[in-house]
């Protein structure tokens, strides 16, 4: 139940993050369509923050610590551009188009994610 409730936050926050920039774009020929792809993207997203973002983590550590923690926000933006390469692998339709609209989307989904995750039941977080 946790992984799935986490799989729909991280959707939510993507939809978010494509509603609120222009250079992140979600495509698709009807609703259901869209929704389905942001579920997959948010999948990928969770694989990629899972992964290979404590490793890159571990990697810059020094670098986190001489930037005083500003360099976690260019992992996250690294992390947005990586699920979007990768989606467009696998066709589907979502595309970020650059480093600044990734920068502003990572920050706009870790603050959508947070939000959500503060008014979700603690119920639902422990199962």
Known sequence: MRLVVKLVVNAIALAVATWLLAGITLRGSSTTARVV??????????????????????????????????LIFVINALMLLLTSWISGALNLAFHVSGFWPALIGSLIITVVSWLLNVFLPDDLETS
């Not at 923050?49 to 986190?64: D, G, M, Q, R, W």
């Open 37 to 70: 792809t942001l579920l997959v993207v948010a999948a990928i997203f969770a694989v990629i923050n899972s992964f290979v973002k404590p490793l890159a983590k571990l990697l810059s550590l020094p670098f986190i610590v001489l930037t005083l923690g500003l």
